[in-house]
């Protein structure tokens, strides 16, 4: 976001951290630049048209031409009223938003395009509005069209069931058990396990609870820091159950009686205690910007509003 920040400051425009964008008037155009998380590029978003045809082709053309002129546009795209530009974060040799923004609105400008409505292309009283997280050029009409419709989908929506949802997420993470336990088996602790446990449990959770909600998802979420805790203690119990069936006649249900006495050798408990911190740590890095990108989904699904 900092150099979001920077240009903002610059050219007068609104930092929003919520939506990671910024959006203003430059040479008289809307724009938005968008800091798409998951993604090493800056959008760009312009919403104008032209009545002529024919320069609206040579707009595309120029538009799609930027990649090539300039290093650092990863591909630049205009499908009217949509002119799309996407940025290289991370390209120190390439052009700055400022030089790419001054570039397209000057040439814009000089062929007399006009800002219009993302959707129905009308050219007056477009403004910024958010809808479901993501800024958006819109006129009033378009976005109460857009709020009434939200407001229908939030009526018609199925209700949440926390019980139903709960025993999904549990089924769900049941699949990350089994392959840990299997890969336990070949003395593997793999990152895929807490990953692939995350996504079943909250898949779970949304099948049997009809809905995600944020309630789903932390239940979720901790229903899978437990299952992981269960699955190395299964583990260690199918490996107790293994060493000993020969000796003592054993059942594994007894196995997982007699394990926690085997927790207390000083051999078993400090490898016990390395595979759960592996298997936390992995559960971290794989699933938490995932579990914070559905928070943030979740909490923006049903916005409408206007923004600038
Ligand atoms: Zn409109």
């Known amino acids: 976001m900092k150099t979001l920040k920077k240009f903002a400051e610059l050219h007068n425009f609104s930092v929003d951290q919520q939506r990671r964008a910024c959006y203003g008037r430059y040479n008289g155009y809307d724009i938005i630049i968008m800091n798409l998380q998951n993604q090493k590029n800056y959008m760009i978003q312009l919403s104008v048209c032209h009545p002529d045809a024919q320069v609206t082709q040579e707009a595309k053309n120029y538009t ?5 002129q300039y290093e650092g546009v990863h591909y630049a795209n205009y499908a009217s009223p949509n002119l799309t530009i996407s940025v290289k974060r991370n390209s120190k040799s390439g052009p700055n938003l400022d030089m790419l923004v001054d570039v397209v609105t000057r040439y814009l400008a000089q062929h007399q395009f006009q800002n219009c409505c993302q959707t129905c292309q009308q050219t007056s009283s477009t403004a910024f509005y958010s809808v479901q997280g ?5 006129c009033p009409e378009c976005f109460n069209k857009v709020s009434s419709s939200m407001m229908h989908r939030q009526s018609e929506a199925p209700k949440e069931n926390v019980a139903l949802g709960t025993l999904g997420a549990f089924l769900g ?3 990350g058990v089994v392959l840990w336990m299997i890969l336990y088996r070949i003395c593997i602790i793999a990152a895929i396990c807490g990953a692939l446990m995350v996504y079943c449990s909250i898949r779970g959770y949304e099948k049997l609870g ?3 909600t944020k309630k789903g998802l932390i239940i979720s979420t901790l229903i899978c820091i437990l299952m992981i805790f ?3 203690y299964a583990s260690l119990a199918i490996e107790v159950y293994i060493q000993l069936k020969d000796i003592y006649v ?3 249900i007894e196995a997982l009686e007699v394990t926690p006495s ?3 050798d000083s051999n078993v408990l400090p490898y016990f205690i390395k595979d759960l911190v592996i298997g936390y740590l992995f559960l971290i890095i794989t699933s938490a910007s995932s579990i914070r990108n559905i928070g943030h989904q979740l909490n923006t699904q049903d916005e409408v509003a206007r923004l600038y």
Do not use: T
């Open 64 to 68: 799609f031409s930027l990649a090539s």
């Open 134 to 138: 993501k800024p958006y050029i819109l």
């Open 173 to 175: 993470s049941l699949v």
């Open 210 to 212: 009809h809905v995600l």
């Open 230 to 232: 269960i699955a190395e």
């Open 250 to 252: 054993m059942s594994i």
């Open 262 to 264: 085997f927790l207390g």
